[in-house]
């Protein structure tokens, strides 16, 4: 009778600790998903044309695809050849970061390297999530000031950021290739934008 009420006493707890480690291993997958969430939060896309046909405001890539913007934007994009090998080891290099950008569609140099940028984050899998472009007027404002307190000289801007650390910035146009520059930035080599004089 000892053995048989000792067996089920056996079976019992280790039955009850199974189940606790299966709500504890559902718990913390549910508490990582909750986690993945509030770090990428989908952002809202604020971009409009305004009287003079730019576009204002916080945009994505379906941005321009508005038919003011898609036959620059096209063309642009595709026509750009990536340096695969660069492509590469950016895959790497870029997990980890955010990007804050500022274009105008007004600005030649804007849309020369916006649509290079985007198809780089497309070849290296970057998650949009962790970017935000904002398109800006002809005084490089938005009317709600998105643009205050990121000291921005020229458009395009691409700022890269590493536990909310700005780590460097990309502006206007590259000193060797876009991709080349990014990894410079990303990796921590020495590197100074185009206006940079210190």
């Known amino acids: 009778m000892k053995n048989i009420l000792f ?22 997958e549910t508490t990582q998903a909750i986690i993945k969430e509030v770090k990428q939060p989908p952002r809202i896309i604020t971009a409009k044309k305004n009287t003079d046909g730019y576009l204002i405001g916080i945009a994505n890539k379906e941005s321009f695809s508005d038919d003011s913007f898609k ?5 642009r ?22 990007i804050k950008g500022f274009m105008a569609t007004w600005c030649g140099d804007s849309r020369r390297e916006t649509p290079r940028f985007y198809k780089i984050l497309d070849e290296t899998g970057f998650d949009q999530n962790n970017f935000e ?22 458009v395009p801007t691409f700022i890269f950021y590493k ?19 990014i990894l410079k930035i990303v990796t921590e080599q020495p590197y100074k934008h185009s206006y940079d004089k210190s």
Request: proline residues 2%; aromatic residues 12%.
């Open 163 to 181: 536990n909310g650390k700005e780590v460097g910035r990309y502006v206007e146009y590259p000193r060797e290739t876009i991709e080349k520059d």
């Open 7 to 28: 067996f089920f006493s056996l079976i019992l707890f280790t039955a009850c600790n199974s189940n606790k480690n299966a709500v504890k291993s559902k718990t913390t």
């Open 133 to 154: 472009l904002i398109t800006v007027n002809k005084s490089k404002r938005t009317p709600d000031n998105l643009q205050e307190g990121f000291n921005l000289i020229r």
């Open 77 to 98: 994009y595709s026509e750009y050849n990536t340096d695969k090998e660069t492509i590469g080891k950016l895959t790497e290099a870029l997990k980890g970061y955010t």
């Open 71 to 75: 036959t620059w934007f096209n063309s």
